[in-house]
Structures are given as C-alpha cells and as structure tokens.
C-alpha cells in the first residue's frame, strides 16, 4: 500500500504493508500536511518529535528492565 506524502513541492509515495499504512498514515496526519505541501522546517520538526517520543520509551523500558532485574534479585 501507498503512503503519499509532498515536501517542497515533490511528492514522495511510500509503499509499505497495509497495517502499517494505516498507523503510519494516523502518525503522520498528526505532524504533516497530508494533502498539501510541506516544508523542511516541519519534517525536522516531526522527526526531532519522533526522536523524543523514542527517548522516552528507551527511558521507559531500561526503567522496566532494571525493576524487573531486581525483583528477580529478590526471588533468590
């Protein structure tokens, strides 16, 4: 399936499969113009965007793995 998306006035289409289409295509109506144009300034924007949202997950699962570590600890 096709995702479309237009940055300085080129399109770009995206061939990706289908469930992912339609998570992706959710995601990026949240940072972009889907039917219009956009600039470079608002794809460094959805990708700085992105990045921290993957920050704070990193943060979230290392915080989970080292609960996990020492409830295992304490089980002996």
């Known amino acids: ?3 479309a998306l237009t940055l300085n006035a080129k399109r770009y289409d995206i061939d990706v499969e289908e469930d992912f289409a339609k998570f992706l295509t959710k995601q990026m109506s949240e940072d972009f113009h889907i039917e219009g144009n956009n600039d470079l300034k608002t ?5 700085v965007r992105q990045c921290f949202a993957l920050y704070e997950q990193e943060k979230q699962i290392s915080t989970l793995i080292d609960k996990f570590g020492v ?4 089980r002996g």
């Open 71 to 74: 409830m295992k600890k304490n």
């Open 43 to 47: 794809l460094l924007h959805a990708y």
């Open 1 to 3: 399936m096709n995702v």
